[in-house]
């Protein structure tokens, strides 16, 4: 057997292990933001249903798998039209996954520090492709700028690349893929030692809280110049890809597993009435990622505090 197909083998066992331990498993992908929404769910699933919770890590596409055989049940955090392929997939085509019809709204952009504007002059996306604009974001002495555009595995870096692409950045700055922790970690350096920066940005996140940044303009939304796929629906994606103008508003969904209809349809039933605001859940990432709250204690005490708002979703 390849390898690759060893460890798919592997992480299914553990996962099915999982699911038969546990009334309910949670996915839970590598961003700030769906940590927060993952263990809320969890402590108000075991607090008023009795059920036995648990958190699994796993990528998008691990997670909609799972929810298709039923070794997961749920993904608290899905960004449309980010993760567009894996609903039509599973939510339209198959059948198998169940969208809450609640949405957060959430933008995403390149920004800048306000300090690397006033130095740079930097004012829209399209200033990127200008050589000597992205020499201002040169740090190793290669020639090309840096600019951070995800964590690896995330939809929006790979639509990070076609907006490259489409723009024509992708020529003049290196496209960075690393974990948001080092990412934002490498913001704070840049703006204690008053150097500049660009990066992906978006909300809800408490980055916005923590720096002064400028959102750098871009053509509005068209749905003409996006033509946006992803590596598992076309080999190449990159190529056979557009996407030229700003994002259009993104929203945020938690989905759930067609089987907990049958299995828990109490919990089924309560998936699909949660909703929480932008505001909300950009509460939560400042708590978790800012004041280091444990997500454990938080999400009790969010619970608590937020009860009238959590008994609504099992009613």
């Known amino acids: ?32 933001s769906v940590r927060g929404t993952a263990h809320i769910l969890k402590v108000a699933l075991e607090d ?65 520090t306000n300090d690397t504007y006033e130095r740079t002059g930097i004012s829209a996306l399209s200033d990127l492709t200008d050589p000597e604009m992205a020499a201002h974001f040169d740090t190793d002495g290669d020639g090309l700028g840096e ?52 990066f992906y940005c978006y909300t809800p996140h408490h980055m916005f809280s923590l720096y002064d940044l400028v959102v750098l303009k871009e053509p509005a939304y068209a749905a003409a110049e996006w033509d946006v796929k992803q590596p598992t629906d076309d080999p190449n994606w990159l190529e056979n890809s557009k996407a030229g103008t700003a994002w259009d508003v993104a929203k945020l969904h938690v989905h759930y597993s067609a089987s907990l209809e049958e299995s828990q349809p109490d919990a089924a039933a ?25 997500p454990t204690d938080y999400a009790r005490e969010w619970v608590a505090e937020n009860a009238d708002l959590v008994d609504s979703w099992f009613n």
């Open 270 to 294: 309560m998936l699909s009435n949660v909703k929480l605001s932008t505001d909300q859940i950009n509460a939560i990432v400042f708590a978790l990622s800012v004041d280091g709250k444990d």
């Open 147 to 198: 600019i951070w555009i995800g964590g690896t595995g995330w939809a929006s870096t790979n639509i990070e690349k076609i907006r490259a692409k489409s723009y024509g950045y992708a020529e003049t700055m290196t496209l960075l893929e690393m974990d948001e922790t080092l990412a934002l970690s490498q913001v704070d350096n840049a703006v204690a030692q008053n150097e500049n920066i660009v």
């Open 1 to 32: 057997m390849k390898k690759k197909n060893l460890l798919t083998a592997c992480l299914a066992a553990t996962i099915g292990t999982a699911a038969a331990a546990q009334d309910v498993v949670i996915g839970v992908p590598n961003w700030a």
């Open 48 to 112: 008023n249903l009795g059920l036995e919770v648990e958190l699994q890590n796993g990528t998008n596409p691990i997670i909609f798998e799972a929810m298709d055989s039923g070794a997961m049940h749920v993904h608290p955090e899905v960004w449309l039209p980010n993760q567009q392929n894996l609903y039509d997939t599973f939510v339209t085509g198959k059948g198998t996954v169940r969208q809450n019809p609640n949405a957060a709204l959430s933008e995403q952009n390149i920004c800048v």
